[in-house]
């Protein structure tokens, strides 16, 4: 699976926009995006996921740029609960694949 | 949306004891699970896949004998670590994988810290 890239912590204010990149520069024609993020001392939870195209759900947007080398989490409205490690992950999509996470994004959102 | 369970949430042994975690999917079948460590301040590691009815596969520089894995049915996936030391303390988390939930597959249990003194 193709390694990522991501900044290992931002800061963000409540109520506002977090934007959240992603390098994957290496990234192969049938390999998706994913993003995940851990609450502290929890499991991971699933945020969303794409290969081309813009996908958006209750959570986030994903945005992924043309040439599919990077792509932008959105957490259009952060809040205090948005406080937490996202990862970005890359993978091809296929039964029993495992989940390899890199080193991910820690998050702060502050009031 | 798919639920998996982890028991226990947390748990403290004595060093020299062997302690079992148990991973359920709850409204899903789960051919496959995984098992994962995590350090403090430090990203999942993933330890093994749980292959239901066959024998797990070990990533790189996992002790196969130290953490036994079981996966006897198609809900139920258990990790025992075996004469566990301090060093063995961590974060564990599994996943199981919902072979009908695309993308979304992928659900996590809530992790078992475990504590060995």
């Known amino acids: 699976d193709a390694k990522t890239t991501q900044p290992p912590s931002m800061d963000c204010a409540e109520g506002r926009a977090a934007n959240l990149p992603c390098n994957h520069s290496t990234i192969s024609g049938n390999e998706y995006v994913y993003w995940y993020r851990q609450i502290h001392s929890q499991g991971p939870q699933y945020i969303i996921h794409g290969l081309k195209n813009n996908e958006t759900n209750e959570m986030a947007s994903l945005i992924i740029t043309e040439d599919r080398k990077s792509s932008t989490l959105i957490l259009p409205h952060a809040t205090l609960r948005d406080t937490a490690v996202y990862y970005c992950i890359v993978r091809v999509e296929a039964a029993g694949n495992k989940l390899t996470f890199g080193g991910g994004t820690r998050v702060l959102v502050k009031p | 949306g798919a639920v998996v369970s982890q028991h226990p949430s947390w748990v403290i042994c004595k060093s020299g004891t062997s302690v079992k975690i148990e991973c359920r999917s709850l409204d899903f079948q789960a051919t496959t699970m995984f098992w994962y460590r995590q350090f403090p301040k430090q990203s999942l590691m993933l330890m093994a896949t749980s292959n239901e009815g066959s024998k797990a596969t070990y990533e790189q520089g996992v002790e196969k004998d130290k953490f036994l894995i079981n996966h006897a049915s198609l809900t139920l996936s258990t990790l025992t670590v075996t004469s566990a030391h301090p060093e063995d303390s961590s974060f564990y988390i599994c996943?199981?994988?919902?072979?009908w939930g695309v993308g979304y597959g992928y659900t996590f249990g809530s992790g078992t810290r475990l504590t060995v003194v």
């Open positions: 996943s199981a994988r919902d072979p």
